[in-house]
């Protein structure tokens, strides 16, 4: 089970910091990513921002974040977390987090085997 948290509303230029609390088993095994989605609830649909491998720590963000976004694990708490700063109103989106088996982090939304129920990142100009 994926928990997230963190989202809220803020003003551009300011900062979140998103959580995803993995319970129910060690995550060790799975690529993590955060995902966000405009409108809509088809993960099909969802653009993946971030992501990270557990087991080896490799990570990336896409480049419309790049310098603004990192993506990071706390291994005691099985928690990923989005760091957000300098917000762009087009940053506004339901973000998710999602985890799929494996270490391959550029994998399709198909392969993502659990979702986090979203928590919702307003920015306004």
């Known amino acids: 089970q994926l928990v997230e948290s963190g989202g809220g509303s803020v003003q551009a230029g300011g900062s979140l910091r998103l959580s995803c609390a993995a319970s129910?088993?060690?995550?060790?095994?799975?690529?993590m990513a955060w995902f966000r989605q405009d409108a809509g609830n088809d993960p099909f649909r969802r653009i993946k921002v971030a992501a990270i491998a557990w087991i080896t720590g490799n990570s990336y963000v896409i480049d419309s974040v790049k310098g603004r976004f990192t993506i990071s694990k706390d291994n005691v708490k099985n928690t990923i977390y989005l760091q957000m700063t300098n917000l762009k109103p087009e940053d506004t989106a339901v973000y998710y987090c999602?985890?799929?088996?494996?270490?391959?982090?550029?994998?399709?939304?198909?392969?993502?085997?659990?979702w986090g129920q979203g928590t919702q990142v307003t920015v306004s100009s």
């Open positions: 999602g985890a799929a088996l494996g270490t391959y982090l550029y994998g399709h939304n198909g392969s993502y085997r659990y």
């Open positions: 129910g088993g060690t995550p060790s095994t799975y690529t």
